[in-house]
């Protein structure tokens, strides 16, 4: 097996740089835990908020219009009024 000498000055660069890249990996992990955690807080606000939405517009759908019940087959109709601009045939 060949021997390879590294100088004391190497040596303690070497540590230093594994020292370095493991406190980095370390900082990074937590980082990505932290954004994870955040990610998952989120997504249960959003969907207690849809829960919450859904409470709330079932609670009294006599009052509501342009919602129909999940089992409704009604077809609903609406008049969105938008204001038409002429046109210029260089538009088309």
Not at 4 to 31: G, H, I, M, P, W
Request: charged share 35%; net charge positive; hydrophobic share 40%.
């Amino acid at each position: 097996m060949a021997k390879l000498l590294v100088s004391n000055k190497a040596r303690k660069e070497f540590t230093t740089l594994c020292r370095t890249f493991d406190e980095v990996k370390s900082q990074l992990q937590t980082k990505f835990r932290l954004e994870v955690l955040k990610t998952k807080k989120m997504l249960a606000l959003f969907k207690n908020s849809i829960k919450f939405v859904k409470e709330v517009a079932l609670e009294d759908e006599t009052k509501l219009k342009g919602i129909p019940p999940e089992d409704s087959s009604k077809i609903l109709l609406w008049f969105l009024e938008f204001p038409i601009e002429k046109l210029s045939t260089h538009d088309l």
